[in-house]
């Protein structure tokens, strides 16, 4: 049976959908961030929403110190065709994705059933396919699109085998039960 996680009901904001969010966390521009439900954002995750549109699947976990900030690529405007520019693009998380402890990501995209481990750096525009693990203290590199079903690592990450086929399912369950063991102290 997995462990029961108790928490000061205090020390967390709760939405009607289940969205559980730390107070010591900072959420900017929340117009462009869209969460689905039943996510927990831990202590210290800082998401910023004010850069970009932000769009995150259910059943998202997001430990202590992570920073998600939306990525950006240099354009050129049509008023100044020879100075660069920022361009912030949208961040998506899919549905049971866990991101643990100090990690920074600032991948356009991270596919379901995912996990990235501690101290992660996830660089710019990077894509994270379904069932895919990232091992602790790795640095994707920008750029780097890690192919479904793959498990990667190292500074900088590489391919270092495939996962499971029964991935997807196990991470559903441990993230379902985690949520359902998240509970307020009595």
């Given at each position: 049976m997995d462990s029961i996680i108790q928490y000061d009901k205090s020390e967390f904001h709760e939405t009607s959908s289940g969205i559980k969010i730390s107070k010591k966390s900072i959420i900017k521009g929340t117009e462009q961030i869209n969460v689905s439900g039943r996510c927990i954002f831990f202590n210290d995750v800082i998401l910023r929403g004010d850069l970009a549109k932000v769009s995150i699947g259910k059943y998202l976990v997001v430990h202590e110190k992570v920073t998600l900030k939306p990525s950006y690529t240099y354009g050129?405007?049509?008023?100044?065709?020879?100075?660069?520019?920022?361009?912030?693009?949208?961040?998506?998380?899919?549905?049971?994705?866990?991101?643990?402890?100090s990690s920074i990501i600032q991948a356009t995209k991270i596919g379901t059933c995912t996990s990235i481990g501690k101290n992660c750096y996830i660089s710019h525009r990077c894509i994270i396919g379904e069932n895919s693990i990232i091992l602790d203290d790795s640095i994707l590199p920008p750029d780097t699109v890690v192919p479904a079903n793959s498990v990667y690592g190292g500074r900088p990450a590489v391919y270092i085998a495939e996962t499971p086929e029964s991935t997807t399912i196990i991470q559903k369950q441990k993230l379902i039960n985690f949520y359902k063991n998240f509970v307020p102290k009595s």
């Open positions: 050129y405007t049509k008023e100044s065709p020879t100075k660069k520019v920022i361009k912030f693009l949208p961040l998506m998380i899919s549905d049971y994705v866990e991101i643990e402890s």
